[in-house]
């Protein structure tokens, strides 16, 4: 398994030479299995993942707020590939999925009726997905808790196990059944939305903090935690700052282009 992250940021992409270590891209993060190319969600980094020639694409949407599907329509190799392409959410059925794509990717938003020019694709249901791989992987998700909803994915093959709980406002309820959805994960990647100083003004947003990943990362029995759905503001100095304070080193700030392969 390997991870790629090409987008790091939530709700807009940042452009600025203070946010250009850490990257300005919404979020994208790529998970390469031998079974499957999986991409769980297509914000603005979308564009920039080498989609697979060798292997079914499957972009997994945790759900629809557009810095999480602003991307789809603009990786150019999209419409080229000989692979089979699979869209699958699983908060929602297939037909909801297809049809708030629909509209996101056409009428009055959009030039070209996007689903219509990529061949191969395949929208489905996520109880189907799960069937098509079952033989080589398993993934799983699980509800956040989110405006409208959210649902969080693992990944696990034979060697490894990643988890996806974007975007998610933690709530300390969720601790006990959160903590099964990762358990032994090799990799979980945060909403690190907010500081702890934010997050009060923030309530009902649908994010977590930073300091609240440190803290579930120390009480969960997942391995390492990134930090990434990083506030459109948050400058480079202000993340390299966070990553130093981290005591435990097992959690990070991901950041743009960064390639995970230790899996
Ligand atoms: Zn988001
Ligand atoms: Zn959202």
Redesign the pocket.
Same mark, same amino acid.
């Given at each position: 398994m390997r991870v790629i992250f090409h987008g790091v940021r939530g709700s807009i992409s940042a452009s600025g030479v203070e946010f250009s270590d850490y990257g300005g891209h919404t979020t994208c993060t790529e998970i390469m299995t031998d079974a499957a190319q999986f991409i769980i969600d297509a914000g603005s980094g979308f564009q920039n993942v080498a989609l697979a020639d060798d292997r079914p694409i499957v972009i997994l949407l945790s $759900?629809f707020?557009h =810095? $999480?599907i602003q991307g789809l329509g603009f990786n150019p190799s999209l419409f080229s590939k000989r692979a089979e392409i699979f869209i699958c959410s699983a908060l929602c059925s297939e037909e909801s999925t297809q049809s708030y794509l629909q509209q996101y990717y056409g009428g009055k938003y959009f030039p070209i009726e996007l689903l219509s020019e990529i061949s191969k694709l395949r929208i489905v249901s996520f109880r189907e997905l799960k069937s098509i791989f079952a033989r080589d992987l398993a993934i799983e998700s699980y509800g956040l808790n989110?405006p409208g909803g959210?649902a969080a994915y693992s990944i696990t093959t034979s060697t490894a196990k990643l988890c996806s709980l974007l =975007?998610n406002e933690y709530r300390e309820d969720q601790f006990q059944s959160l903590s099964a959805f990762v358990n032994e994960a090799n990799l979980t990647i945060w909403d690190g939305m907010f500081t702890a100083d934010e997050l009060p003004q923030y309530r009902g947003w649908?994010h977590s903090s930073i300091e609240q990943g440190e803290s579930f990362l120390e009480r969960s029995n997942c391995k390492r935690l990134a930090i990434t759905h990083h506030a459109p503001y948050r400058t480079d100095i202000q993340l390299d700052v966070m990553q130093q304070n981290f005591k435990d080193p097992s959690i990070f700030i991901a950041r743009e282009k960064q390639v995970e392969t230790s899996y």
């Amino acid at each position: 398994m390997r991870v790629i992250f090409h987008g790091v940021r939530g709700s807009i992409s940042a452009s600025g030479v203070e946010f250009s270590d850490y990257g300005g891209h919404t979020t994208c993060t790529e998970i390469m299995t031998d079974a499957a190319q999986f991409i769980i969600d297509a914000g603005s980094g979308f564009q920039n993942v080498a989609l697979a020639d060798d292997r079914p694409i499957v972009i997994l949407l945790s $759900h629809f707020h557009h =810095d $999480h599907i602003q991307g789809l329509g603009f990786n150019p190799s999209l419409f080229s590939k000989r692979a089979e392409i699979f869209i699958c959410s699983a908060l929602c059925s297939e037909e909801s999925t297809q049809s708030y794509l629909q509209q996101y990717y056409g009428g009055k938003y959009f030039p070209i009726e996007l689903l219509s020019e990529i061949s191969k694709l395949r929208i489905v249901s996520f109880r189907e997905l799960k069937s098509i791989f079952a033989r080589d992987l398993a993934i799983e998700s699980y509800g956040l808790n989110h405006p409208g909803g959210s649902a969080a994915y693992s990944i696990t093959t034979s060697t490894a196990k990643l988890c996806s709980l974007l =975007d998610n406002e933690y709530r300390e309820d969720q601790f006990q059944s959160l903590s099964a959805f990762v358990n032994e994960a090799n990799l979980t990647i945060w909403d690190g939305m907010f500081t702890a100083d934010e997050l009060p003004q923030y309530r009902g947003w649908g994010h977590s903090s930073i300091e609240q990943g440190e803290s579930f990362l120390e009480r969960s029995n997942c391995k390492r935690l990134a930090i990434t759905h990083h506030a459109p503001y948050r400058t480079d100095i202000q993340l390299d700052v966070m990553q130093q304070n981290f005591k435990d080193p097992s959690i990070f700030i991901a950041r743009e282009k960064q390639v995970e392969t230790s899996y």
